[in-house]
């Protein structure tokens, strides 16, 4: 069973917003609809996966606002927003502030939800990068200081009889760590400690 | 060169041959004759026209300039009723007047400064002031008219108020220009909504889906908001169009209500309460509708930005509508904002003055412009315990305005 994905639409004009829930609905997904930006920054909680659509020109918090709220707050949830007619520095700045795209009113309804099939996806994206990065941070305290000085130099692709005498110690001793730090961090292969370890290259998907 | 013309000669002495009243007679027509050049050159210098006439509105003098002001020479006119002089709604009047005049003492032009239509030698027709008086002069009554030309007068009086009609238009499309943008958003919003209604009504029924409310109310949702977004274009064009509007019977009550519709969203989401007070019976004003719209959304507008601009809290504005037993409408706008400054209550009615960073500074001039077109008033008063009261009194439907 695929866990809850939940379309949030925050839009101060009771049509648009009730219109915004029946067209997700009626491709399957749940929406849940807020009549102001404060209103949804109340009922929030991180752990809900989705994204959010919102209005850019709302009185009180602007949608704009909500965006900036929600960065400062530590939130990535992916913001897809909606603007007036012509309204070009507004989205701008939204695309700046790291929004998914947006779209002029009145819209073309299944651009919409294109833009909302690409926030979900990089919903998971970047949710599950936050677990890997987690787990990975959890490996990693299991190791001692000496440990992650020998997994420095083998990641880096040198030999046991090289760290051996960067170190100071026996090629022996190199090897016994060597089985420690891959025990510890649950890697099967050189390989894949790499992977596990250094930042990403570009053309890796 | 003497070029007035008169029945009767004022000095009608002819010489005598006595020789002992010789020389007095001589001096005496000699000073006759002086006193005569005298007054002939007063008349004939005078810039408006100075016609003189019998009981029976016979010309008997005019000077120099009536023949220039109509077209005539003295010679044309002199015998004639004065009523060859004006255009003819006027002719048949004038008789009666005299008549009148006579008869009761009681003067319909006599003595009152009065436009009316006079006619040229050529036939054509143009505005004139006169002022009539009557001399006493032996036992019949003899008028004299004091006639001046006002065509000049009347193309600068109507070319300002061509002007001012701009000036309006132009306050009221540049404030629709800001209104503008506020309601294209507005029209955005049902035309958005239509939309997705619609598309998720097909999805619905592509997915053979049987939730028949839902399709139901989305479809009801599809005409009422195209009814909603009518209405306010509507309410744009009826506000964008100039010129000659005619005045109707207007409720003020339903007319304040309109307003309040265009204003309400940002009133609820600026936290401003609103009390309203109209009297349910009216009052009816006969008005330019749109011209007294304007004027109200011009006070609204006015409150609204005043409390914007203040504290979040205390946020209030009143409307009040009345009918006072004197005909008088009275409508009154008030605000908890800052108020005026010392002594600012007139201020701001001048043309261009405002307090805001990008205002135009014409609105309560134009809007107390309207207002006295209409025979009203529009006055400002600081609001007991803070703010401002903005006043307008209209005469009320039956009263016919100047």
Known sequence: MSPQITVFVVDDDQAVR???????????????????????????????????????????????ELQEQLSADGHHIPIIVLTGFGDVPAAVRALKGGAVDFVEKPFNPQALLDLVQQAIVRDSEIRERAAREAELAERMALLTPREREVMTLVVAGKANKVIAIDLSISERTVEL??????????????AELMRLVLPPSHDMA | MDRRRTSQTIAGVAPSPAAAQGSELERTRELLDDREARLSAILDTAVDGIITIDEHGIIESVNAATERIFGYTGDELVGNNVTLLMSSSHREKHDEYITRYLRT??????????????????????????????????????FTGLVRDISARRRAEDEARRRNADLAHAARLSTIGELTSGIAHEVNQPLTAIVNFAEACLRMLRSGSTDTQKLEGALGQIAAQG????HIIRHLRRLARKGEAKRVEVDLGHLVREVLGLVSNELRASGIALHLMLDESGPA?????????????NLVRNAMDVLEAGPAHGRELTIRTRADTAGIAALTVEDTGEGFAAGGSERIFELFFTTKADGLGMGLSISRTIIEDHGGRLWASPRPGGGAIFNVTLPAGDQETP
């Open chain 1, 18 to 64: 009730e219109s915004l829930a029946l067209l997700v609905q009626s491709v399957g997904l749940e929406a849940k609809t807020f009549a102001s930006a404060r209103d949804f920054l109340a009922a929030y909680r991180p752990d809900r996966r989705g994204c959010l659509i919102t209005d850019i020109r709302m009185p009180g918090m602007s949608g704009l």
């Open chain 2, 285 to 297: 004003v006969k008005c330019d509708r749109i011209q007294i719209e304007q004027v109200v959304l």
């Open chain 1, 177 to 190: 760590h060597r089985g420690r730090i891959m025990k510890k961090m649950q890697a099967r292969s050189l």
């Open chain 2, 105 to 142: 003492g009681e003067p319909r032009i006599i003595g009152i400064g009065r436009e009316i239509e006079g006619q040229h030698k050529d036939g054509t027709r143009f505005p004139i002031d006169i002022a009539v008086s009557e001399i006493r002069v032996g036992g019949s009554p003899l």
């Open chain 2, 227 to 230: 009814q909603r977004a009518g």
